[in-house]
C-alpha cells in the first residue's frame, strides 16, 4: 500500500486495488516540492494525531508556505492531480476495450464459425455426431466465457469508477476546504 493511500479514504472492497493503481500514478507524476500532495498527507497525518480538520489544513498551509507553497499553488497542483488521474481513466478504458475485443470478440467468432461446421457435420453421415456433440460443447463453454468476461469488465468498471470518484470528490472537497479556509 503506498504512502499517499493513507492520505485519501478508505476504498470499499475490491476498489483497493484500483485506489492503489491511481495512486501509483500520482506518485509517479508527483511534481517536486512541497505541493498539494505533500499538503494532503501532512493533513492526513495531523488529524490522525487528533487535530481537528481545519486546524490541520491551517497547519498544513503555514508548514508548506515556509518552502513556499501558496494558495495559487495549492490549488493549481489538486487540479493538475485531478488531470493525472483523468488520464488514468483513459488508460484504463483502453485496457478495457483491448480486453473486451481480445476476450469477446474472438470468443464469438470462433463461436460463428463453429456453429457453420455444425450445420455441415449434421448433413453429413451418422459418423460425424460425436464431432457436433463436440463442437456444440466448446460454444456452450465459450458463450459462458463472454459473458464472465463482460460481467468482470462491467465490474471493473464499476470498481474503477468509484475509486475514481471517491478520491476526486476528496480532492474536490479538499479545494473548497482549502479556499475557504486559507482563502
Do not use: C
Not at 506518485?27 to 481545519?54: P, R
Not at 464459425?113 to 456452450?140: F, S
Not at 459473458?147 to 469508477?161: I, Y
Amino acid at each position: 500500500m503506498s504512502k499517499l493511500t493513507q492520505a485519501f479514504s478508505p476504498m470499499p472492497g475490491d476498489d483497493e486495488r484500483f485506489a492503489n493503481v491511481l495512486m501509483k500514478a500520482l506518485e509517479d507524476k508527483n511534481l517536486e516540492g512541497f505541493d498539494y500532495l505533500e499538503f494532503k498527507q501532512s493533513v492526513a497525518k495531523l488529524t490522525e494525531i487528533g487535530m481537528d480538520h481545519e486546524t490541520a489544513i491551517r497547519s498544513a498551509f503555514a508548514t508548506g508556505s515556509t518552502v513556499g507553497l501558496s494558495l495559487e499553488k495549492l490549488v493549481k497542483t489538486a487540479n493538475y492531480y485531478t488531470e493525472v488521474l483523468e488520464d488514468e481513466k483513459s488508460k484504463f478504458m483502453n485496457s478495457m476495450e483491448k480486453h473486451l475485443m481480445s476476450n469477446v470478440e474472438g470468443k464469438a467468432k470462433e463461436t460463428g464459425e463453429l456453429k457453420k461446421k455444425i450445420a455441415n457435420w449434421e448433413a453429413k453421415i451418422e459418423q460425424l455426431q460425436e464431432q457436433v456433440a463436440r463442437a456444440k460443447a466448446k460454444i456452450a463453454a465459450a458463450d459462458s466465457e463472454i459473458n464472465a468476461a463482460k460481467s468482470k469488465a462491467s465490474l471493473n468498471q464499476r470498481g474503477f469508477d468509484e475509486a475514481l470518484d471517491v478520491i476526486t470528490s476528496t480532492i474536490r472537497k479538499d479545494i473548497q476546504d482549502i479556499q475557504r479556509v486559507l482563502g
